[in-house]
């Protein structure tokens, strides 16, 4: 069965940067999109961006370009996530999912960070 | 960027009643090749969000069938036909036609 195990939780200072894991099970990892969601506590969910881990090419959202970064490791079936010089509106439930391109079907568990001084 | 829009957001239903919940996109979700990516998702209380229903009106793999899902162009509905306690959460429409992809505000069920 399709699985997708997102790394722990974590928190960081403002200013600093935080990279999640999304390791993938049960499919062919090359052959879906792997996409990024975040959710600010009591809000919606906010696409970010993702990657082809077939070619390594990648989407973000403009609100996230030049912060987020997603890259993958194919010999492990893992993607990765990095979001650098955070801010406390970045604390928030970050979300893997694969998508068939923007069609989205399984969720990782997701990853909660807390950005806090 | 297409804007998502659902109504209402907040849904207080009596057990075994009906639910429907609209998504409007401010442009036609059809994709040239035909197809319309507008999926349906749920989020339970403490959970990540399962997908029910996609490209508008196809039930996943273990959702019930009173979920159902309809619509074409902009106009979109997600209808649950008889309400059961397990359906409480919030409910996310999805489309994935253009670019960036983008998800409704969320619709909150509620028993009454």
């Known amino acids: 069965q399709v699985q997708l195990v997102q790394s722990g939780a974590e928190v960081k200072k403002p200013g600093a940067s935080v990279k999640v894991s999304c390791k993938a099970s049960?499919?062919?990892?090359?052959?879906?999109?792997m996409h990024w969601v975040r959710q600010a506590p009591g809000q919606g969910l906010e696409w970010m961006g993702w990657?082809?881990?077939?070619?390594?090419?990648?989407s973000y959202a403009q609100k996230f370009q030049g912060r987020v970064t997603v890259t993958r490791d194919t010999s492990i079936s893992t993607a990765y996530m990095e979001l650098s010089r955070l801010r406390s509106d970045d604390t928030a439930v970050y979300y893997c999912a694969r998508g068939e391109g923007s069609s989205i079907d399984y969720w990782g568990q997701g990853t909660l960070v807390t950005v806090s001084s | 960027d297409v804007v998502m829009t659902q109504s209402p957001l907040s849904l207080p239903v009596t057990l075994g009643q009906p639910a429907s919940i609209s998504c409007r996109s401010s442009?036609?979700?059809?994709?040239?090749?035909?197809?319309?990516?507008l999926n349906w998702f749920q989020q339970r209380p403490g959970q990540s969000p399962r997908r029910l229903i996609y490209k508008v009106s196809n039930r996943d793999s273990g959702v019930p069938d009173r979920f159902s899902g309809s619509g074409s162009g902009t106009d979109f509905t997600l209808k649950i036909s008889r309400v059961e306690a397990e359906d409480v959460g919030v409910y996310y429409c999805?489309?994935?036609?253009?670019?960036?992809?983008?998800f409704g505000q969320g619709t909150k069920l509620e028993i009454k």
């Open positions: 049960g499919y062919s990892f090359t052959g879906y999109y």
């Open positions: 990657i082809n881990p077939n070619s390594g090419g990648t």
């Open positions: 442009q036609s979700l059809v994709y040239s090749g035909g197809d319309t990516y």
């Open positions: 999805m489309q994935g036609t253009h670019w960036p992809p983008r």
